[in-house]
């Protein structure tokens, strides 16, 4: 299945790494850069993904798609809804023109991520411009991973410091018949221990927000499991578009003139004693802060409870991620140096150290 506007630019692709890897000039990997915000500043030549787009192969019936890294990330969504099927991973796009590349690289996941799975759960193949200057193909149903690791997988995440991606081939899933979102008045307290309880019941939820006030809930399945469900529940309708503003942070909460920190934390942790505001997400497994607070503090809190933090507002901390442990940075600077053994993909992107 091919558009009109599909091109294969992965020659012009490899041409440019060769020639900054014979120059050892550093390459700055982007598409639209809708997600620029993400991670340190890296300097280098702009390497420009959204000449090498297209669908390069799609068959519904086997719910898997492979499309090229400059495609439009809405013109993939429209292709797999035109097919009533999906990105069961809800990747934010945060731009109108934002990436299939970009989704990988950055591997953020929607509200549907604790009840289907990340970005990286759904990558099933890829091909890759290493950093020796060879186009690779890993994972699908063409050649076994190296060395050990599942190098498709890798690349969701990695912000482009491990390689190019130019081919990447997807799970792709049937979208739910009956979609109902629903919104319940409850203390943040209320809301965590009745998930916590829904947690291990066979309720159709697929997202669950707290934003101070209302437990959010968004219920998806066949239509009785659904309706039984909302009968059970009660509470206020809620558009579901909701969960787009959600996703693309467009709710009044990320409005605030004051930084966005994003926690990873267990789903059944209590609210945090932090300055600021915060919104419950994933269950609890996700929450946003807008704080003045410095990293340092609010990372020492959020490690109280076995979570990571990572900034969300660029140039605010020189480590937007969260510090590796020693043991832990060595394995990504052997695995920087196996694929990337010059340094040229991203620099210093995701850590000063890589």
């Not at 292709?79 to 099927?85: F, H, R, T």
């Not at 480590?319 to 053994?341: C, E, G, I, M, N």
Request: aromatic share 6%; net charge negative.
């Amino acid at each position: 299945m091919q558009g009109t506007r599909d091109v294969d630019d992965s020659g012009a692709l490899l041409e440019q790494v060769n020639r900054a890897l014979e120059n050892a000039t550093p390459l700055r990997i982007q598409g639209a850069n809708s997600k620029s915000f993400l991670g340190r500043t890296t300097a280098g030549e702009i390497l420009d993904t959204r000449t090498h787009r297209g669908i390069v192969s799609y068959d519904p019936t086997e719910l898997v798609i492979t499309v090229r890294c400059g495609t439009p990330l809405a013109e993939l969504a429209q292709v797999l809804d035109d097919a009533g099927q999906m990105l069961a991973c809800e990747p934010p796009a945060f731009g109108d023109d934002a990436t299939v590349g970009g989704m990988i690289a950055c591997g953020l996941s929607g509200p549907r991520r604790p009840w289907s799975g990340a970005v990286r759960d759904f990558v099933l193949g890829t091909r890759v411009i290493t950093g020796s200057g060879k186009h690779l193909r890993f994972g699908g149903e063409v050649m076994k991973n190296v060395a050990g690791y599942d190098v498709s997988r890798l690349m969701a995440g990695s912000l482009g410091t491990l390689g190019l991606i130019t081919e990447v081939s997807l799970k792709v899933l049937p979208k739910p018949r009956q979609t109902l979102s629903i919104s319940l008045q409850m203390s943040n307290e209320r809301a965590l221990q009745h998930l916590a309880q829904w947690g291990q019941q066979p309720l159709p939820i697929s997202a669950a927000c707290h934003d101070g006030e209302c437990l959010h809930l968004r219920l998806e399945g066949g239509e009785g499991s659904v309706s039984a469900a909302r009968d059970r529940l009660g509470g206020e309708y809620l558009d579901n578009a909701w969960w787009a503003d959600l996703n693309e942070q467009r709710l009044d909460f990320f409005d605030e003139d004051q930084p966005l920190w994003r926690l990873s934390l267990p789903n059944n942790t209590p609210r945090l004693s932090l300055p600021g505001r915060q919104l419950i997400d994933w269950g609890g497994a996700q929450r946003w802060l807008k704080s003045d607070a410095q990293a340092p503090f609010i990372r020492q809190v959020v490690a109280e409870f076995g979570g990571h933090v990572t900034c969300f507002s660029h140039g605010l901390t020189d480590s937007p991620f969260q510090p590796l442990p020693a043991a832990l940075l060595r394995y990504h600077q052997r695995l920087k140096q196996q694929l990337d053994p010059q340094g040229i993909f991203n620099p210093g992107r995701m850590y000063a150290e890589l």
